[in-house]
C-alpha cells in the first residue's frame, strides 16, 4: 500500500515540475497550454477540461476548453445551461471542489473537479477537469490538492506573460521618447540627420535607415546608421541616391516589396537595381515634407531584409520617425539660413564703413584697451551650474522583480528609520515559498512514517540499514529545507523597503507613479533626504574652465569663496566655501565637466529646497582684465593655433 501512495507522489510531483518548468515567461502561451492540457489528461484521467476567468464584476468568461463536447456540454443547450448554474453555485463555496455525478445538475453524469487562485486583484482563474467517477475518497482529496498547485502554476504564467507584455510596451515606449528628445536636441541639420538615423533605426527595428538632404537642387546622402564614414562613390549609395531622387521629385511615399509597388504597378528601374543590389525584402523610402507646406526636405529611406516583417506592422512607427525627422530638418535648416543671413550683413556693413579717420581712431581705442588689458588687474570669475541638496541623501531600490502592493509614505511625509516606505509583492516568491513549505511538510511526513517503522522488530538487519540511511537522507533534506526557507523569508521581508534613517521622502506623487507597477530589481523606486540635516551645493564647472579653479587652489591655502544665485529667487546672492573638487572629469549631457561641492555660509542661508537649480561663480584670484575678458580666446588659440 505504502509503495502504490508512494508511486503516487512521484507520478504528481513530475507532473507539477513538467508543468511549472514550461511556466517561464519565455514559453509562448501555447506551448504551456498544450502541456498544461496533456498533464491533465495524464495525470487526472480527464476526458475534458476548461479553464474559465472570473473578472472583477464577478463574470465568468470561458477563455479555453477542450472536448467539452464529449461530456455533454454544447453551447446554447440545456446541459451547457445547466453546467451554467452548477458553477456559478459552486463558485459562492470555497474551492478546490469535487461535484460528483449524484449531483442533480450535473449534466455530464462523470465527475468534476474544480479548483480556482488568485491572478491579480479581484480576478480569478478557475480550472474544471471532467473524469470518470473516482472510487477512492482520499485519492480525490489528493488531487484537489493537485490541481489547486496546477491552477496556481497556471496563474502564475498568465501573470508573467502579462508582465513581460508590459515590460515589452514600456520599453518601446522609452525608446521613441528617446528618440523624439534626441532628434529635437540640436539645431544642426547634419546632426539631426545623424541622430534620425541611427536613432530611428532603433525605433524601426529595421536593418539599415539612411537620411538624404538637398544639396543644391539634388538629394545626396547624409547619414546611414552604423556608417561613421560614407563612401560617396560606391553603386549601392549612388543607387540609394538615385531612389531618393525619384521619391523626392514625386512626393509621395514609396513601399517596395518582394518586387511590388504599395500602388501595385510596376517598380522604376531605380527601385529594381536598388533592391537587387542590397538584398532588402521590405523598403520604405518617405519624403521630409517642410510642416504647413508640400516642400521637400529631405528623404528618409528604411530597409529589412527578413520576410517576415509586414508593413502594418512598421508603417505607424515610420510615419511617427518622419514627422519628427521633418520637424526637426526644419528647424535646423532655419536655424542655419538665420545665422548665415546675419553673419553676411554684419561683414557687409564692417567694409562699408572703411573711412580711413575712423581707422585711425579705431586702432588708438584698441591700442588703449590691449594696454589696459594687459595692465589693470581683475577678479577671475569661473561660471557654473549646479544644485542645492541635502548632504545626507539615499535611493530606495527595489530588491528584487516583484509588483509594488502598497505605498505607504507620500511625498514630502518624513518617516523614521526603519519605517515601511513601500511594500513590494512577487507571485513568484509567493510560489517558490509554497512549493517550498509543500517539500517541507511532505519530508516531516515522511520522516515521521520512517522514525515509526524504525521499532518494527520484523525488519531485517539489511531492512534496517536501509531504513536508517533513508532517514538520515531525510533529515539532511529537512535541514537543506530549513536553510532555503530562511532564505526564502529573508527575500519576502526585503519587499518591504524600508527607510534607511530619518527623513523625508522627494518623489513626488509616489502612488500614482508606482501603485500596481511591476518593477526590477535595482529599479529606483524614490528618493529620501535628511532635511534637518547639513545641504551643501553639487556643482558643475566646465572642463575647460577647470584649469582656473586647479591653478588657483594649488597656489592658495586659502579656502575658494562661491557666490551664488537661486533659480527661485535670483534677485539675492549667497556665499559658500569650496569644500571638495573631484579628481576626475564626468560627461554631462555631452559635456566634460568637473564636479565640486561647497559649504554654503551658515549666517545667510537661502531657503532650503533640496533639488533647487543653482547658479554659481568661484573666485579664482587676480589676473590681468585682458586675460580674465578673452581667456577663451587665448585657449582657442593655444589649442588650436599654436599646438
Known amino acids: 500500500m505504502n509503495a502504490i501512495v508512494e508511486d503516487r507522489n512521484v507520478a504528481k510531483r513530475k507532473l507539477l515540475y513538467e508543468v511549472f518548468r514550461q511556466s517561464s515567461h519565455n514559453v509562448p502561451a501555447s506551448r504551456f497550454r498544450q502541456v498544461f492540457v496533456e498533464q491533465l489528461e495524464e495525470g487526472f484521467g480527464a476526458v475534458a477540461g476548461a479553464i474559465w476567468i472570473k473578472s472583477a464584476e464577478g463574470n465568468l468568461v470561458l477563455t479555453d476548453q477542450w472536448n467539452l463536447g464529449t461530456v455533454g456540454l ?169 531612389v531618393a531622387d525619384e521619391v523626392a521629385r514625386s512626393g509621395k511615399a514609396l513601399i517596395y516589396r518582394g518586387g511590388e509597388r504599395s500602388d501595385e504597378t510596376e517598380p522604376s528601374r531605380a527601385v529594381a537595381e536598388f533592391a537587387a543590389g542590397s538584398g532588402a525584402r521590405l523598403l520604405f523610402a518617405v519624403p521630409l515634407h517642410d510642416v504647413g507646406s508640400k516642400c521637400v526636405l529631405g528623404v528618409l529611406l528604411a530597409e529589412w531584409y527578413d520576410d517576415r516583417v509586414s508593413v502594418a506592422d512598421v508603417q505607424e512607427a515610420v510615419a511617427l520617425v518622419a514627422s519628427h525627422g521633418a520637424i526637426a530638418l526644419k528647424n535646423g535648416i532655419h536655424h542655419d539660413s538665420i545665422f548665415l543671413r546675419g553673419t553676411r550683413h554684419c561683414l557687409s556693413r564692417m567694409m562699408r564703413r572703411g573711412m580711413r579717420w575712423r581707422s585711425v581712431l579705431l586702432a588708438v581705442c584698441v591700442s588703449a584697451i590691449a594696454v589696459a588689458c594687459c595692465v589693470i588687474p581683475g577678479d577671475m570669475k569661473v561660471a557654473g551650474t549646479g544644485h542645492l541638496r541635502a548632504a545626507r541623501r539615499q535611493g530606495l531600490f527595489a530588491p528584487e522583480a516583484a509588483i509594488v502592493k502598497e505605498v505607504v509614505a507620500e511625498h514630502g511625509v518624513h518617516v523614521r528609520a526603519g519605517q515601511p516606505v513601500i511594500i513590494l509583492d512577487s507571485p513568484e516568491l509567493q510560489a517558490e515559498l509554497d512549493h517550498n513549505r509543500a517539500q517541507v511538510l511532505q519530508n516531516q511526513e515522511r520522516l515521521a512514517l520512517r522514525e515509526a517503522t ?61 501603485a500596481g507597477r511591476p518593477v526590477m530589481s535595482g529599479n529606483l523606486l524614490m528618493e529620501m533626504a535628511d532635511q534637518a540635516g547639513s545641504w551643501q551645493l553639487e556643482l558643475r564647472i566646465p572642463e575647460n574652465q577647470a584649469g582656473h579653479l586647479l591653478h588657483h587652489k594649488s597656489r592658495s591655502d586659502k579656502p575658494m569663496q562661491v557666490e551664488y544665485i537661486l533659480a527661485t529667487e535670483p534677485e539675492r546672492r549667497y556665499r559658500a566655501i569650496v569644500a571638495q573638487i573631484a579628481r576626475r572629469t564626468e560627461s554631462w549631457h555631452d559635456r566634460h565637466s568637473v564636479i565640486l561641492t561647497a559649504t554654503p555660509d551658515p549666517s545667510a542661508l537661502p531657503a532650503m529646497r533640496d533639488g533647487a537649480e543653482v547658479r554659481c561663480k568661484i573666485h579664482c584670484g587676480q589676473h590681468p582684465v585682458g586675460y580674465v575678458w578673452f581667456r577663451d580666446v587665448v585657449a582657442f588659440v593655444y589649442s588650436h593655433l599654436l599646438f
Open 454 to 514: 524504525r521499532g518494527d522488530r520484523r525488519l531485517t538487519p539489511i531492512e534496517q540499514i536501509q531504513l536508517d540511511a533513508e532517514i538520515a537522507d531525510l533529515q539532511e533534506t529537512k535541514t537543506y529545507l530549513q536553510r532555503q526557507t530562511k532564505l526564502l523569508d529573508a527575500r519576502a521581508d526585503s519587499l518591504v523597503v524600508r527607510a534607511p534613517f530619518d527623513g523625508q521622502i522627494l518623489t513626488w506623487n509616489p502612488s500614482q507613479r508606482l
Open 74 to 242: 454544447q453551447p446554447q443547450s440545456d446541459g451547457w445551461n445547466r453546467h451554467g448554474k452548477l458553477l456559478s453555485r459552486s463558485l459562492k463555496a470555497e474551492l478546490p471542489r469535487r461535484i460528483g455525478p449524484e449531483s442533480r445538475d450535473n449534466p455530464t453524469g462523470g465527475e468534476i473537479l474544480l479548483a480556482s487562485t488568485v491572478v491579480a486583484g479581484s480576478v480569478n482563474l478557475i480550472v474544471e477537469v471532467f473524469r470518470h467517477a473516482s472510487e477512492d475518497p482520499e485519492n480525490t482529496d489528493s488531487d484537489l490538492l493537485l490541481l489547486t498547485h496546477l491552477t496556481e502554476i497556471a496563474a502564475g504564467h498568465i501573470r508573467s506573460q502579462e508582465l513581460e507584455r508590459v515590460s515589452r510596451t514600456m520599453s518601446r515606449r522609452l525608446l521613441h521618447e528617446e528618440f523624439t528628445r534626441n532628434v529635437h536636441d540640436s539645431l544642426a541639420p547634419h546632426r539631426v540627420a545623424t541622430v534620425l538615423a541611427n536613432d530611428g533605426r532603433a525605433v524601426l527595428d529595421c536593418d539599415r535607415l539612411s537620411v538624404f538632404l538637398f544639396d543644391g537642387s539634388r538629394v545626396r546622402v547624409d547619414s546611414v546608421s552604423g556608417q561613421a564614414v560614407i563612401q560617396r562613390k560606391s553603386n549601392a549609395i549612388l543607387a540609394m541616391e538615385r
